[in-house]
């Protein structure tokens, strides 16, 4: 696909996907989310790519959706919403949870709305310390989407969710990350080189372990403590078998690195 809305590069086994409509703060429009899923889908079969980082183009991660987008024209009946999230956003973000390498989203100026929830459908989120983050859609009389009623009281707990998304406050990124709503906040001049480095790391790990962490931990909050420990033992029962599991006691019984290869 010839993409207009986003840059999609791999390099060195990292997949680069950087949303580019930065004379829109990056926003979401109908064209960019067929774009994503095209990128997203060839990540799922390219077994050479190991990770995967998110970014925005210019001086915005991004602002959530384009409401001047078709979509959202507001004509003689109001849109359907519902169906911009049914068609768009839901399967972006099942995309990004069920993708088969970790995520790391790199956060350069504001993350709204759904740009926000972006950021926290992946696995780890870095920011530029003028970074921010905000739920704006009670301004506009709507929900958090996205997954933002999902992910915000999983990251910083119901009392601070509930401000967050009734008030529609900006949050800074460093309150954001004292808050545990991301991983880490960086200075800006900073922020690209420490996400390579970080990309690099995850790229050098065990892929499906780290993977099989994410599915674990996002299904603990709706099981019991024993279908927990019964999913930790499927998963370790696989990777138990798995090729890096070898090669990760064979290098720590020879005293050298691992070589692992995601298989």
Known sequence: M???????????SVAR???NRPDKLNSFTSAMHIELRD?????????????????????????GQDLADPDMAMGDTAPDIGNVVEQNYKPLILRLQ??????????????????ASLALACDLAIAGRSASFLQ?????GLIPDTGGTWFLPQRVGMARA???????DKLTAEKAAEWGLIWQVVEDNELASTVD????QLAAMPTKALVRTRQAMHAAPTHTLEQQLSMEGGFMRELGWSS??????AAFKEKRSPRFTGT
């Open 39 to 63: 990128a997203l889908d060839s990540i799922q079969v390219d077994r050479t790519i190991r990770v995967l980082v998110v970014s925005g183009a210019g001086r915005a991660f991004c602002a």
């Open 2 to 12: 010839d993409y207009q809305c986003i840059r999609f590069e791999v390099s060195d």
């Open 162 to 168: 509930m401000g967050l998304a009734l008030l529609a």
């Open 197 to 200: 480095k970080l990309a690099t």
């Open 98 to 115: 069920n993708l088969r390498v970790p995520t790391v989203a790199m956060v350069n100026g504001v993350a709204a709305g759904a740009g």
């Open 17 to 19: 996907l950087t949303l």
């Open 136 to 140: 704006a859609f009670s301004k506009i």
């Open 244 to 249: 890096d599991f070898a090669e990760g006691v």
